[in-house]
């Protein structure tokens, strides 16, 4: 086996892509950096802030100094989910947050990140890059049944519809759009619970690095 991999895990939202490179990043040893945490940061900022997300600078004026507790439960709520979207499509935000990224995956050791976009901007030289899926309609129950674990309220059509919406923003947006890398093996977790998941993701893994 071989020491110091990056292992690259995008995918749309609720597609699993967190339960994934939580679980290879605890199989291999490896520290892990849930990137979405870092737009959900820069949403809630400019929520309390009382600050408007369709004002560039004023999301960028959010990056600087960002620090952010990663339990407080409210970066996962669905208003901030929108935000974290919108302001996510702003080249200056993301280039705000990139040297961020770029050096925790380049750290001695290797890393796990999961995003949109690691595989293609963040680290297109990782090891190993998986593009997890799943249907929008899977996505949303998977969504609701997550908001309501946590106590917060969410109802199935409207997680659906704004799936749905961050889907199309994601891909279709001008910098580093959702896309799956030319590289990267597809993992399509509708039909799977997430013990199947994280079992066919760690053997596409130890697949690549066999052959290597
Ligand atoms: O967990 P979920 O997929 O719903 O969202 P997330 O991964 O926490 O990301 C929140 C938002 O940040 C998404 O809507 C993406 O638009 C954006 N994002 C991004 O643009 N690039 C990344 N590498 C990670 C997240
Ligand atoms: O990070 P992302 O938004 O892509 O999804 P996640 O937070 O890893 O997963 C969303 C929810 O779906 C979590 O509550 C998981 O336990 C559940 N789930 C899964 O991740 N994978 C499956 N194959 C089935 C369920």
């Not at 490179?21 to 605890?26: E, N």
């Not at 890059?129 to 946590?150: H, I």
Request: charged share 30%.
């Amino acid at each position: 086996s071989r020491k110091g991999f990056v292992i690259a895990v995008d995918g749309p939202a609720a597609s699993g892509k967190g339960t994934i490179a939580r679980a290879l990043a605890k199989h291999f040893g490896l520290p892990h950096m849930d990137t979405g945490l870092l737009y959900r940061a820069v949403a809630l900022k400019i929520w309390r802030w009382g600050g408007d997300p369709n004002i560039e600078f004023e999301a960028l004026r959010a990056c600087d100094n960002l620090g952010f507790d990663p339990d407080d439960e409210e970066l996962r709520s669905e208003p901030i989910s929108r935000i974290a979207s919108k302001i996510s499509s702003y080249a200056s935000v993301r280039d705000a947050l990139l040297q961020r990224q770029r050096d925790f995956a380049a750290q001695e050791g290797g890393a796990v990140l999961d995003g949109r976009d690691i595989g293609t901007v963040i680290a297109p030289e990782a090891d190993v890059k998986l593009f997890v899926t799943a249907s929008a309609e899977v996505r949303a129950q998977r969504r609701v049944r997550e908001l309501l674990e946590r106590g917060m309220p969410g109802h199935y059509d409207d997680v659906l519809l704004d799936i749905r919406a961050r889907d199309e923003r994601d891909a279709t947006r001008e910098i580093a759009p959702l896309l799956q890398a030319q590289d990267a093996d597809l993992l399509d977790t509708s039909d799977l619970t997430a013990e199947q998941a994280i079992a066919e993701a760690i053997r596409l893994v130890e697949h690549k690095l066999a052959n290597a």
